[in-house]
């Protein structure tokens, strides 16, 4: 079954420290792959997207992503976190005809 | 980017009693609008892909004569919750793509008494 796995449900990272959110997919056909941030009492918004081309893609707010075909992977990266980075982070896969499959969501808490 | 926007926003009904949500694209047209389902701490489920003029496809274990779901317009789909019991209490949320990517609304959190 086509899915979309994320390894981490909750992560509690103190301000300025470096962020990883691991996501794997489960079909090697066409990708289109996504990160999608939900903060608290808002819509999800898109972060980046990927399509193809360059597999480290940047995103809104200092986010990328690095696409490995290899691994089946679209791991989210910051550098440096901040407070305001607190949200849920949603990886998601387009499978055909433009149905988006989310993954479960990892919960990020940043310390001030 | 372009905004989707879903009414209403929060909903309490009565057991046994049919309940509207309306999405609609504010700024662009959409031919397909998608359904999900997002219960507490979890991710968000797809439910069924409603398609203008043409009838909704639904995923497997989804009662599409539960959940009706109408596509009139380029830019209004509505998801039908009839006879809703406490169970189908959730949040409902659809998305419209335009642009090479999903653009969501702002939900709608159903309350079933």
């Known amino acids: 079954a086509q899915s979309v796995s994320q390894h981490n449900h909750h992560v509690i990272l103190s301000e300025a420290a470096s962020l990883e959110l691991g996501c794997n997919y489960s079909y090697g056909g066409t990708v289109n792959l996504f990160w999608y941030v939900q903060y608290p009492g808002q819509h999800l918004q898109l972060l980046l997207k990927?399509?193809?081309?360059?597999?480290l893609v940047k995103g809104i707010k200092g986010f990328e992503a690095e696409f490995i075909k290899s691994k089946f992977s679209f791991n989210l990266r910051k550098p440096s976190v901040q407070w305001s980075d607190t949200a849920e982070y949603f990886c998601a896969w387009e499978a055909g005809g433009f149905k988006t499959i989310f993954g479960a969501g990892t919960r990020l808490f940043v310390k001030a | 980017g372009a905004v989707v926007s879903q009414h209403p926003s929060w909903v309490i009904c009565k057991s046994g009693t049919s309940v509207k949500i309306e999405c609609r694209s504010l700024?662009?047209?959409?031919?397909?609008m998608f359904w999900y389902r997002q219960f507490p701490k979890q991710s968000l489920m797809l439910m069924a892909t409603?398609?203008?003029?043409?009838?909704?496809?639904?995923e497997q274990g989804v009662e599409k004569d539960k959940f009706l779901i109408n596509h009139a317009s380029l830019t209004l789909s509505t998801l039908t919750v009839t006879s809703a019991h406490p169970e189908d209490s959730s949040f409902y949320i659809c998305?419209?793509?335009?642009?090479?990517?999903?653009?969501f609304g702002q939900g709608t959190r159903l309350t079933v008494v």
């Open positions: 998305s419209a793509r335009t642009g090479g990517a999903a653009f």
């Open positions: 990927y399509f193809s081309g360059d597999p």
């Open positions: 409603s398609n203008e003029g043409s009838k909704a496809t639904y």
């Open positions: 700024d662009f047209q959409a031919t397909t």
